[in-house]
């Protein structure tokens, strides 16, 4: 145990983290006492520097440091292509596989039919004034294959039919890697109806 | 404490990193919640889902602890995922029954009627099916409405209205002045066969009514699930 209050204290919220418990903040907290100048500092400083200018854009809902992230500023992806995730984590995963190079629309939540969350508090409004203010071609519903998935994937499609936008979602079906023996019966039922001629 | 048996799932909820909250709705021990080791996983998401069919073991120190399950999934519903009318439905039941029911209380019948409903999700007239379990659910919860005579003549044929106060059906005569202040009774509601799209939004009016009422006396006014609510909008704008 540490004695000083103010390395427990940084245990403590060290452990807060996802992926860490008690046991392993304090080798965390431990990693960064003994590297405090190389490691430690720029690290606090760091954090200390985001969690001043961190923001939600404006538009998308992305995290940035500046009112408009950095894909929303880039006139190069104002292709006419929006596409619709549930968290910005889901915006990361498909900025990472850098397959998508139009711009994106977080929801941060999903409808949920225990926990009352409706359109307002996911800004779908929002998303049906961007459609016409930025004259959309198509709107990609990359929400996950879950019943309050495509709850609101559903709903935004009724939502956004009046605009007359285009609307698509994701393929559900075998992933890359997967062994069919090994799929739950609700994928396999999903990638047999979106089977494709070869 | 342990128990084995056949259950449909009705919520998750992630519990910690790695763990899920469960509620399984099942004809012996009603809706049953517990913890799911290893919930949280991408394994398990699949069949975690509200509306799936699942073998579920119990197992508890003491009765009163939460306990935790064991589930094996028996029949996925995903087919439904594309369809947003089944897919309302689905979650509608899921949210009534999570919402009204008291948990741990055998509800066999209704565990009956619920069956096959799930089963029919999607396919043709199931709407008509969806009324007449909300019936079915009103009576478990002691609100069933009687649909078979009139409550001021006694007779059985020509029933026209349902009373909002006592949930019993008038005809037009037995209502005379006060006709104004009753539901209209849909064409069929009271019999079994498939009623019309505009027959099952009036008779979901009807049941909506009664749930509320029992979520105001025995919940402390929680209004009804936004679930139900969705399924009504689109059934009015199909019909």
Redesign the interface.
């Given at each position: 145990m540490a004695d000083d209050a103010g390395i427990e204290g940084l245990i403590e919220l060290m452990a807060r983290l996802?992926?860490l418990g008690p046991r392993s903040a304090r080798r965390a907290v431990l990693m960064l006492l003994k590297k405090r100048g190389q490691l430690m500092a720029p690290l606090a400083q760091a954090m200390a520097q985001v969690a001043l200018t961190a923001k939600d854009c404006h538009i998308c809902g992305n995290i940035g440091t500046a009112d408009l992230c950095p894909i929303c500023a880039d006139p190069a992806r104002a292709n006419g292509e929006v596409c619709v995730v549930e968290d910005v984590a889901d915006l990361w995963a498909l900025e990472r596989a850098g397959v998508f190079r139009g711009r994106y629309h977080v929801l941060g939540g999903l409808?949920?039919?225990?926990d009352?969350v409706?359109p307002e508090e996911l800004g779908i409004p929002r998303l049906a004034r961007r459609v016409t203010d930025e004259g959309l071609r198509e709107v990609i519903l990359a929400l996950n294959?879950?019943?309050d998935g495509?709850?609101t994937a559903?709903?935004i499609?009724?939502a956004l039919a009046p605009t007359g936008v285009q609307l698509s979602s994701l393929a559900?079906g075998v992933p890359v890697g997967g062994e069919l023996d090994y799929l739950?019966?609700?994928?396999l039922?999903?990638a047999l109806?979106a089977r494709r001629r070869v | 404490m342990e128990w084995r048996e056949e259950g449909l799932l009705i919520?998750m909820?992630p519990h910690g990193?790695t763990a899920a909250i469960i509620e399984v709705f099942t004809r012996g021990h009603g809706r049953h919640a517990g913890v799911v080791r290893g919930g949280a996983s991408r394994r398990m998401?699949?069949?975690l889902?509200?509306?799936t069919q699942v073998m579920a073991d119990w197992h508890a120190r003491l009765g009163e602890h939460i306990g935790t399950f064991t589930i094996e999934?028996l029949?996925?519903?995903?087919?439904v995922?594309?369809d947003?009318l089944a897919?309302?439905g689905?979650?509608?039941v899921?949210?009534l029954l999570?919402?009204t029911l008291p948990e741990r209380a055998p509800c066999p019948a209704l565990w009956l009627a619920t069956m096959p409903l799930m089963d029919a999700l999607g396919e043709t007239d199931w709407a008509s099916a969806y009324l007449r379990w909300e019936l079915r659910l009103l009576e478990e919860l002691g609100y069933g409405l009687d649909l078979s005579s009139c409550a001021v003549t006694g007779a059985t044929e020509g029933l026209a209205f349902v009373s909002p106060r006592t949930g019993r059906a008038v005809t037009q005569a037995g209502a005379g002045d006060w006709a104004e202040k009753l539901f209209p009774l849909p064409e069929g509601m009271a019999g079994q066969g498939p009623l019309a799209p505009q027959a099952v939004v009036q008779g979901l009016a009807i049941t909506g009514h009664f749930l509320t009422r029992e979520l105001v006396e025995t919940h402390h006014g929680r209004?009804l699930?936004?679930?139900r609510g969705?399924l009504l909008d689109l059934l009015a704008r199909a019909g």
């Open positions: 996802p992926g409808l949920s039919a225990l009352a409706g294959a879950t019943v495509q709850t559903h709903y499609a009724d559900q739950d019966d609700g994928t039922g999903a109806r | 919520a909820r990193e998401a699949a069949h889902q509200p509306g999934p029949k996925s519903r995903a087919h995922l594309g947003r897919l309302a689905l979650s509608a899921c949210a999570h919402t209004p699930p936004e679930a969705r």
